[in-house]
């Protein structure tokens, strides 16, 4: 199996390539993630998808989500059920556009309200991994998401800060309940990537901060508050590990347990 970060630009001819030389890929670029018989897995999320594999002759390839997806699609699990529409605007980390991606120039002391394809990347994406998979069709989540994205002078760490609609009243305690006690299967099986407790809530007024609360594969989360059926909470996740080199292996792991590799 070949496990492939490569930029997004040249990634799809050289996986193409591993796959018709008799490999299996595990990707973290962007090119195919909406590709109806491609898996887009995070694993706490998604780990069902991972079945389609089951009926593939040949190689396969699996994709991992947009690191921002990555790390909002955690906390929106446990309360999916409860979402009628999803407002999202993010802080992202420079690491995020990776090594050489953003001039020192353009971004000390600065914001930059734009980052290309981001937005429509989080939106898709988050149908596709709360959607459900069946073995002969797909259904996305089917939720308006609207999304901004902005470039923050942070180097490690994405935020977000959402804002979800709910289709009924609820408690705040209730939904902090559900984030708190979210488990998966990664979690069940005690996978060695695996955080414990993979949705932190975070007490402390000011959090989460990417300089004192980000966790390599937990996402963090605070600021959760109800007002007039409108939740609000903030998440940060590390874009590195759970973002991207992480949730691979944790997918790796995810596919072992489940006998697809
Ligand atoms: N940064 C993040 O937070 C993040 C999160 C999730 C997903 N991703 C995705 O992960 C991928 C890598 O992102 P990154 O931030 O690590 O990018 P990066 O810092 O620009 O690193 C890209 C790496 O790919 C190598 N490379 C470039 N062209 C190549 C080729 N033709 N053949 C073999 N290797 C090649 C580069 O090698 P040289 O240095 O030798 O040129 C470099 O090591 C991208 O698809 C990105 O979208 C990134």
Known sequence: MVLSALPNEVAWPIEGKLLEAGLNVISNASPERMNPR??????????????????VKGNWIVKNPNCTAAI???????IQDLIETLHIVTLQSVSGAGYLGLSYLAIDGNVIPFIKGEEEKID???????????????E???KSIYVTTTRVPVKYGHMAVIHAILNKDVDVNYVINRLRSFKSLPQERELPTAPREPIKVINRVDAPQPARDLDPMAVSVGRVAIRDRVLRLVALGDNLVRGAAGITILTVETMKVLNIL
């Open 72 to 78: 909002i699609s955690m906390p929106l699990k446990p």
């Open 38 to 55: 491609i898996p887009l897995i995070n694993p706490e999320v998604n780990w069902e998808h991972l079945g389609i594999l089951r009926e």
């Open 124 to 138: 898709a994406e988050l149908n596709k991994m709360l959607g459900r998979q069946y073995p002969d069709k797909f």
């Open 140 to 142: 996305p989540w089917g």
